[in-house]
């Protein structure tokens, strides 16, 4: 006995994402529906050993389904998750549209199980953005063991934050720089990735911090601690897979590194690689297709009474944003639905 589950944006990257993990970690479907925009059906999808014909997401009957995985962007979230919510189907929503509602939870099953409970009030959860899932699973242990007063965030997000359209552009322009006359002009982002990085991740806000930077800010403090001060600075690299994370972190009390180290070893997600040599940390073409979250550079910060620093590293596609859903699901069947 398993669940009924839907797909919803089943041909993008983080929708064939998440056919995979829910495959790989053999969540219990009893029966799967891959739902795409009208210009996709008939796309044929993997799912496990199997391969799912896209479905017309407009006009899909929710009907009788006990989970959807959305994957489809903001826009289209809006039209289609409460048509799920209302016919009874739970909503797990990769896009920001949710997130900073007060009566929808925000999700890290690492950092804050519980709150999936609380998905009764409007059929929905929120999966947090992909930069901040990742650090929150390395924070959580660490706040419970010393108390975080303020975290400052640098990140090093890789071009497939941005989605398939990011990932080309990369492609285009490092293969145009070898090619004269083949020089591809920035389309997606403001400047050109290739061979360079760009301060500037979602639209510029008023008070100078991109929307990026913000999200970091405000689901940090919804998913963990509301107390915790946080300020980023989001960049964007020329990686294909894989956000990277510097990390300062100011506590309340003495957090010995050693300690420390120890802590996040045992900390559910996190995967600590911390040898102080040559290549004795992780880097993000290392951690694409794993699940963890890794950890290393852990050293004490002597600027500050209570300091340490870390780097933080993982597949913004899994832990950022397809495994992170699934990982939602799985709570929510174990804590809240029942099967079949």
Same mark, same amino acid.
């Given at each position: 006995?398993g669940y009924?589950?839907?797909?919803?944006?089943?041909?993008?990257?983080?929708?064939?994402?998440?056919?995979?993990i829910?495959?790989?970690?053999?969540f219990?479907?009893?029966?799967?529906?891959?739902?795409?925009?009208?210009?996709?059906?008939?796309?044929?999808?993997?799912?496990?050993?199997?391969?799912?014909?896209?479905?017309?997401?407009?006009?899909?009957?929710?009907?009788?389904?006990?989970?959807?995985?959305?994957?489809?962007?903001?826009?289209?979230?809006k039209?289609?998750?409460?048509?799920?919510?209302?016919?009874?189907c739970?909503?797990?929503?990769n896009?920001?549209?949710?997130?900073?509602?007060?009566?929808?939870?925000?999700?890290?099953?690492?950092?804050?199980?519980?709150?999936?409970?609380?998905y009764?009030?409007?059929?929905?959860i929120?999966?947090?953005?992909?930069?901040?899932?990742?650090?929150?699973?390395a924070?959580?242990?660490?706040?419970?063991?010393?108390?975080?007063?303020?975290?400052?965030?640098?990140?090093?997000?890789?071009?497939?934050?941005a989605?398939?359209e990011?990932i080309d552009e990369?492609?285009?322009?490092?293969?145009?720089?070898?090619? !004269? @006359?083949?020089? +591809?002009?920035? =389309?997606?982002?403001?400047?050109?990735?290739?061979?360079? /990085?760009i301060?500037h991740? #979602?639209?510029?806000?008023?008070?100078?911090?991109?929307k990026?930077?913000?999200?970091?800010?405000?689901?940090?403090?919804k998913?963990?601690?509301?107390t915790?001060?946080?300020t980023?600075?989001?960049v964007?690299?020329?990686?294909?897979?894989?956000?990277?994370?510097?990390?300062?972190?100011?506590?309340?009390?003495?957090?010995?590194?050693?300690?420390?180290?120890?802590?996040?070893?045992?900390? !559910? @997600?996190?995967? +600590?690689?911390? =040898?102080?040599?040559?290549?004795g940390?992780?880097?993000? /073409?290392?951690?694409?297709g #794993?699940?963890?979250?890794?950890?290393?550079?852990?050293?004490?910060?002597?600027?500050?009474?209570?300091?340490?620093?870390?780097?933080?590293?993982?597949?913004?596609?899994?832990?950022?944003?397809?495994?992170?859903a699934?990982?939602?699901?799985?709570?929510?069947?174990n804590?809240?639905?029942?099967?079949?």
């Amino acid at each position: 006995m398993g669940y009924k589950v839907v797909v919803a944006g089943a041909t993008g990257n983080v929708g064939r994402e998440m056919l995979n993990i829910l495959a790989e970690r053999e969540f219990p479907v009893d029966e799967i529906a891959a739902l795409a925009s009208r210009r996709s059906l008939g796309t044929e999808v993997s799912f496990g050993d199997k391969t799912v014909k896209t479905k017309d997401i407009e006009g899909f009957d929710f009907t009788g389904w006990d989970i959807a995985l959305f994957a489809i962007g903001s826009e289209a979230t809006k039209k289609y998750a409460p048509i799920a919510a209302s016919q009874g189907c739970v909503v797990i929503d990769n896009s920001s549209l949710y997130r900073y509602d007060p009566e929808i939870p925000l999700v890290v099953p690492e950092v804050n199980p519980e709150a999936v409970e609380q998905y009764k009030k409007k059929m929905i959860i929120a999966n947090p953005n992909c930069s901040t899932a990742q650090m929150v699973v390395a924070l959580k242990p660490l706040h419970d063991r010393a108390r975080i007063k303020r975290v400052v965030v640098s990140t090093y997000q890789s071009v497939s934050g941005a989605g398939k359209e990011g990932i080309d552009e990369l492609w285009d322009q490092t293969k145009g720089m070898y090619v !004269p @006359g083949q020089e +591809v002009a920035p =389309k997606k982002f403001s400047k050109q990735i290739a061979f360079n /990085v760009i301060p500037h991740i #979602d639209v510029f806000m008023e008070d100078g911090q991109t929307k990026e930077e913000w999200k970091m800010v405000a689901e940090t403090k919804k998913i963990l601690d509301k107390t915790i001060k946080v300020t980023a600075t989001c960049v964007r690299v020329p990686v294909f897979v894989g956000h990277s994370e510097a990390v300062n972190i100011e506590f309340e009390d003495f957090l010995d590194e050693d300690e420390a180290r120890d802590i996040l070893r045992e900390a !559910p @997600g996190v995967m +600590v690689v911390d =040898k102080r040599e040559n290549g004795g940390y992780v880097t993000p /073409v290392e951690c694409v297709g #794993d699940y963890a979250t890794f950890v290393s550079r852990i050293r004490q910060d002597g600027t500050i009474e209570n300091g340490l620093n870390l780097w933080c590293v993982s597949d913004n596609l899994r832990k950022g944003a397809a495994l992170n859903a699934v990982q939602i699901a799985e709570t929510l069947g174990n804590r809240c639905l029942k099967k079949g």
